[in-house]
């Protein structure tokens, strides 16, 4: 953790950002973790179990893939980082096989957590399996009705699936619910799902999804001779993915980063979810970052055509590294979104997860010259978006 921007101060703070605002009854747990975290993570054991799993049951390294026809339509190179060939559909489950690890070590049994699409909660549901614990997952009712097959995969992996039934029934709920729950049964393992929550968990996450540039890094130079490459783009939900693609270049001054967001119907309609340009600080699920709110600090219903990225907050990293300039943001609709989507899918013949169309979107927003390297987080595959690509078919 060499790094200067992914390292937070004592308190967990990333600049003004992050934190460790939470209950009383939740102090022990936290701080648990936390010294779980800080005697693991450089434990050259626990390091190799975890990157044997990577590589035997996940099945990193991704590949990292030229898309000529990418390449032909902006004249420069770009790469996909293939996060959607991993177990599961996205690089959610590179975070789960972390903590399910680190809570084994905590001599943790039962396991909770919160999903919105639902891809949080199957990677949990499925480690929770290969590791023989206890899941219980987290999710609003209307999530519950809107992703259907994940919630029979969850099932089906032996999670039992709570519906979050306040406010909006959404994501923001069932992260509610589960910090709830955890607080009245504090010898669970809470295991969330992104770089959000308080300290250390945006750490925590952002760590171990930083295999993604690692590995970029490394394939870059097998490839080109150089590890470098000018430019990186990855959507931001909370912002795990964008953490991982990031992490190993935020100290690379020569490196542009693009952090796409979902601005939903667009920035102005009152159905959008980008954060960054929306938000303001406040307080969200244990963190101070930015959040979409209104002007009595209750926070507004975001929207976006993907689930993944229907968050009202963001990563304090993030809020961080946007605020000084480190990070680019970009506003996609959903529109932009599934035209990218489109293009993708017909001419190299990968369908990508609505969250990841966001970032291929944001090609059309960035200026290129001939030199780029560029670096697309294809985050994860869409045969979950089937039925929302189906609704929006160019024919
Ligand atoms: C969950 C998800 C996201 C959004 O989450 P981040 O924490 O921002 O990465 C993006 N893409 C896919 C495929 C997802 O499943």
Same mark, same amino acid.
């Given at each position: 953790?060499?790094?200067?921007?992914?390292?937070?101060?004592?308190? *967990?703070?990333?600049?003004?950002?992050?934190?460790?605002?939470?209950?009383?009854?939740?102090?022990?747990?936290?701080?648990?973790?936390?010294?779980?975290?800080?005697?693991?993570?450089?434990?050259?054991?626990?390091?190799?179990?975890?990157?044997?799993?990577?590589?035997?049951?996940? *099945?990193?390294?991704?590949?990292?893939?030229?898309?000529?026809?990418?390449?032909?339509?902006?004249?420069?190179?770009?790469?996909?980082?293939?996060?959607?060939?991993?177990?599961?559909?996205?690089?959610?489950?590179?975070?789960?096989?972390?903590?399910?690890?680190?809570?084994?070590?905590? @001599?943790?049994?039962?396991?909770?957590?919160?999903?919105?699409?639902?891809?949080?909660?199957?990677?949990?549901?499925?480690?929770?399996?290969?590791?023989?614990?206890?899941?219980?997952?987290?999710?609003? &009712?209307?999530?519950?009705?809107?992703?259907?097959?994940?919630?029979?995969?969850?099932?089906?992996?032996?999670?039992? %699936?709570?519906?979050?039934?306040?406010?909006?029934?959404?994501?923001?709920?069932?992260?509610? &619910?589960?910090?709830?729950?955890?607080?009245?049964?504090?010898?669970?393992?809470?295991?969330?799902?992104?770089? %959000?929550?308080?300290?250390? #968990?945006?750490?925590?996450?952002?760590?171990?999804?930083?295999?993604?540039?690692?590995?970029?890094?490394?394939?870059?130079?097998?490839?080109?001779? =150089? &590890?470098?490459?000018?430019?990186?783009?990855?959507?931001?939900?909370?912002?795990?993915?964008?953490?991982?693609?990031?992490?190993?270049?935020?100290?690379?001054?020569?490196?542009?980063?693009?952090?796409?967001?979902?601005?939903?119907?667009?920035?102005?309609?009152? #159905?959008?979810?980008?954060?960054?340009?929306?938000? =303001?600080?406040?307080?969200?699920?244990?963190?101070?970052?930015?959040?979409? +709110?209104? &002007?009595?600090? +209750?926070?507004?219903?975001?929207?976006?055509?993907?689930?993944?990225?229907?968050?009202?907050?963001?990563?304090?990293?993030?809020?961080?590294?946007?605020?000084?300039?480190?990070?680019?943001?970009?506003?996609?609709?959903?529109?932009?979104?599934?035209?990218?989507?489109?293009?993708?899918?017909?001419?190299?013949?990968?369908?990508?997860?609505?969250? =990841?169309?966001?970032?291929?979107?944001?090609?059309?927003?960035?200026?290129?010259?001939?030199?780029?390297? %560029?670096?697309?987080?294809?985050? @994860?595959?869409?045969?979950?978006?089937?039925?929302?690509?189906?609704?929006?078919?160019?024919?």
């Amino acid at each position: 953790m060499k790094n200067s921007f992914t390292t937070p101060n004592k308190l *967990g703070f990333y600049g003004d950002f992050g934190g460790a605002f939470i209950p009383e009854l939740l102090q022990r747990n936290v701080e648990e973790l936390n010294v779980a975290f800080l005697n693991f993570y450089e434990d050259s054991q626990f390091l190799n179990e975890r990157n044997q799993l990577l590589h035997d049951y996940v *099945g990193r390294p991704t590949p990292l893939y030229l898309s000529q026809s990418l390449s032909a339509k902006y004249n420069c190179k770009i790469y996909l980082k293939r996060e959607d060939l991993n177990h599961t559909g996205s690089h959610k489950i590179n975070n789960a096989i972390g903590q399910i690890l680190l809570a084994k070590r905590m @001599g943790k049994t039962e396991i909770i957590a919160e999903t919105g699409a639902g891809q949080h909660g199957v990677a949990t549901a499925t480690v929770c399996a290969l590791l023989n614990m206890n899941c219980t997952v987290f999710m609003g &009712e209307k999530d519950i009705e809107r992703q259907a097959p994940n919630v029979a995969r969850m099932k089906f992996l032996g999670a039992k %699936v709570i519906p979050a039934t306040s406010g909006s029934k959404t994501l923001k709920d069932a992260t509610n &619910e589960a910090i709830r729950y955890w607080i009245d049964h504090p010898a669970s393992y809470y295991l969330i799902g992104s770089v %959000v929550g308080p300290h250390p #968990y945006p750490q925590i996450v952002a760590e171990f999804q930083s295999i993604i540039s690692k590995e970029i890094r490394c394939q870059l130079k097998e490839k080109k001779g =150089s &590890e470098l490459p000018t430019k990186v783009i990855a959507c931001v939900g909370g912002g795990s993915n964008a953490a991982g693609a990031f992490y190993e270049f935020y100290d690379e001054p020569t490196v542009e980063l693009f952090a796409a967001e979902a601005a939903g119907m667009g920035i102005e309609s009152g #159905y959008s979810a980008a954060t960054s340009t929306l938000g =303001s600080i406040g307080v969200l699920h244990g963190s101070m970052t930015l959040l979409m +709110q209104d &002007e009595f600090g +209750q926070i507004t219903e975001p929207h976006s055509i993907s689930a993944g990225l229907d968050y009202p907050g963001i990563g304090p990293l993030h809020a961080y590294t946007i605020a000084n300039g480190r990070t680019n943001s970009i506003n996609i609709t959903d529109d932009e979104a599934v035209v990218a989507a489109q293009f993708l899918t017909l001419n190299e013949g990968i369908i990508p997860a609505l969250e =990841s169309a966001h970032a291929l979107a944001a090609l059309d927003k960035i200026e290129l010259v001939q030199n780029d390297v %560029v670096v697309i987080n294809l985050s @994860g595959r869409g045969d979950k978006d089937m039925e929302e690509y189906a609704k929006h078919l160019i024919q």
